[in-house]
């Protein structure tokens, strides 16, 4: 048996063979994606838990079989029928030591069965981990468009409900499923034995009238129960998209809007949960009427074969013994179909999740990015979502090694999406885009996306330390390498006056900082990154004129000898960059310095007026607010 200290292997990628996509209700298919984690290839220790297991279990049907027969003979050691065993000793035939045997064989038989299911433990929880691990990696090499378009607490849900799919397939299949045929199969060849055919075709037509009934009715159930998934996945989705947009909630007063909301979708899935239950109540009344209806034919055939003579007392009893006995594997095979077939159904989701194009791959024979200067060209750029809606029309620019350029221009300018193209979260429809002359579609993604650094709008944390968020620009950095970019960003100080310090937790989506806080994070995070290539993405839009200029300093320090694009809203930030490209619909309508541009009186110059005058308001509102509180 395998040793039980020994560590887990890694889940990782090369470990686990790739599965194929299942179209709805493809079993077939299902089982060979499955087959791999119930015999894992890569782990003997757990191969040897199967073949231990199997053995339990084959010598746990024998006794299985072997206790009706001691209780007949218990029976008839009661009746002075034990004639035919006196070959024996006669203590072993006495009434208390049968009655002992018996009750001993009840006991092998749950200690084997459960010897068996902790062999296998490894085995399905395995299986579990593997697959889960595989469609969690899956899920993060899919593109942000399919992310854009779907709702986080869904996603959740059918991986939660996919992994239950999984333990109930891997074991109900070789920990019930293999067991419950073998048992059968001795059950029924021991009654032949000791009765007649006749016995063994009432036993045959109860169990297909019974497997008929199950499949039947479990197939109904099935429709059912995709609903109220359905409803499930909708109600866990906007439960958790009302939590995540707690604040919105309350800025509006529409908790009751909400609960209406999440109310209403669990009215469905109450609904479509009652029809399964109900359904389910009266699957178990018909299987148990065939059962007993069988088992009720067999016991008369056995009663008048008693008072005919031709068999024991002892005989009556094992028949019914035997059937009492025949009745739990085949309840296991309707329980074992149903799970299974749920399982299926839950597992379903997660198969078509697993077949979703991830649309962004690496070209064969790609190559890692070696940067040697960090200069970005684009050349005659197109980029659409839906093709009838252009984004970005023919875009030409260059950013030479260690300079800035700034990209301004109006909402939905197309702005962003220039980031988001430079990460190759989407390919672009027409031109290139390259990086010291190599096109981002020939190098790996992973590479690329090391050496650029960002430092978006809307920072969102983890909900763990400060240390870990920082920490996570580079995870092998040492705490030194950590306080130091913070110190950098210019937020030392302000961890250390914090109580827990740099352990301090920032609370779901860093909540517990003020925006300027999570920027200086995000900019601490990118310097301990320290990527060649800088994008800040409108990294100070979302803040206030006095915390801009705060942040603007240690902005300057990110981008420090670094090839810099600066996506901006306020032209104040982009003052300084070499270049400065107005976009405007996609297309780029100015282009130069900032200086040049005024002197242009074009789009650039009504932006910077605009913004000027506005800044001009807050100013001296903020100073009138400060001289009141003073007087």
């Known amino acids: 048996m395998a040793d039980a200290n020994k560590k887990p292997t890694s889940a990782k990628p090369g470990n686990a063979p790739p599965l194929v996509s299942a179209k709805s209700g493809d079993m077939a298919t299902t089982m060979r994606n499955l087959w791999p984690y119930m015999w894992p290839s890569d782990r003997p220790d757990l191969k040897r838990n199967v073949m231990w297991a199997m053995g339990f279990m084959l010598v746990g049907k024998l006794v299985t079989v072997a206790i009706p027969y001691l209780y007949k003979m218990a029976t008839d050691s009661l009746t002075g029928e034990l004639s035919d065993y006196n070959f024996l000793p006669p203590i072993m035939l006495a009434p208390f030591m049968l009655v002992i045997a018996y009750n001993v064989g009840r006991i092998v038989m749950v200690a ?8 296998f433990a490894g085995v399905g929880q395995n299986a579990v981990r593997q697959l889960s691990a595989i469609t969690f990696r899956h899920m993060h090499n899919l593109s942000l468009r399919y992310h854009l378009q779907r709702r986080t607490g869904g996603l959740s849900r059918v991986i939660e409900r996919g992994t239950k799919g999984i333990d109930s397939i891997v074991r109900f299949t070789i920990l019930n499923g293999i067991p419950t045929v073998i048992e059968f199969a ?50 866990n989705a906007k439960a958790i998209d009302s939590l995540l947009n707690f604040e919105t909630v309350k800025y509006f007063g529409n908790e009751d809007l909400e609960a209406r909301r999440y109310d209403e979708s669990m009215a469905r899935f109450e609904n479509a949960a009652i029809k399964v239950w109900t359904s389910l109540s009266w699957l178990n009344f018909g299987q148990t009427a065939i059962i007993m209806t069988g088992m009720g034919t067999c016991m008369v055939m056995s009663a008048l074969a008693v008072q005919r003579g031709d068999q024991t007392l002892g005989d009556f009893v094992m028949i019914n013994a035997l059937l009492m006995q025949l009745s739990i594997p085949l309840n296991f095979i309707g329980f074992i179909y149903r799970e299974i077939r749920q399982g299926f159904t839950d597992l379903e989701e997660m198969f078509l999740l697993l077949g979703v194009d991830r649309e962004i791959e690496d070209a064969e024979g790609a190559k890692d990015l070696n940067i040697a200067e960090g200069a970005i060209k684009f050349d005659n750029v197109s980029f659409h979502y839906d093709p009838d809606r252009k984004i970005l029309k023919n875009i030409s620019f260059e950013v030479p090694a260690g300079k800035t350029v700034a990209i301004v221009g109006p909402s939905g300018a197309g702005k962003s999406t220039i980031s988001r193209l430079l990460f190759r979260f989407y390919d672009i429809s027409g031109g290139s885009i390259t990086v010291d002359g190599s096109d981002i579609r020939d190098v790996k993604q992973k590479s690329l996306r090391k050496q650029v650094g960002m430092v978006p709008q809307d920072t969102v944390l983890f909900n763990e330390s400060i240390l870990y968020n920082i920490r996570y620009g580079r995870p092998d950095a040492s705490d030194e390498e950590v306080e130091q970019a913070a110190e950098m960003a210019q937020i030392g100080e302000f961890i250390k006056s914090l109580p827990d310090g740099y352990h301090t937790q920032v609370g779901e989506r860093g909540l517990k900082l003020s925006g300027g806080e999570k920027q200086r994070v ?7 990154k320290a990527p060649p290539i800088l994008i800040l993405d409108e990294a100070t839009s979302a803040l206030d004129t006095q915390t801009e200029r705060e942040i603007q300093s240690a902005l300057d320090v990110v981008s420090e000898n670094r090839t810099t694009i600066v996506i901006a809203h306020r032209l104040s930030t982009v003052v300084g960059a070499d270049e400065i490209i107005v976009l405007r619909k996609g297309e780029i309508v100015e282009r130069g310095t900032h200086d040049k541009l005024l002197d242009k009186k074009g789009l650039y110059a009504d932006m910077w007026n605009r913004q000027r005058k506005a800044t001009e308001a807050e100013d001296k509102a903020r100073a009138a607010r400060e001289l009141a509180e003073h007087s």
């Open 522 to 528: 995000a900019i601490a995070r990118t310097l301990l």
């Open 186 to 235: 001795l059950m029924a060849g021991f009654i032949w034995y000791l009765f007649d055919i006749w016995y063994v075709i009432v036993i045959a037509i109860m169990v297909w009238l019974y497997t008929w009934y199950s499949i039947k009715a479990t197939n109904k159930r099935i429709e059912i129960r995709r609903d109220m998934n359905t409803n499930d996945t909708e109600a």
């Open 112 to 119: 084997f069965n459960q010897i068996r299911d902790a062999l």
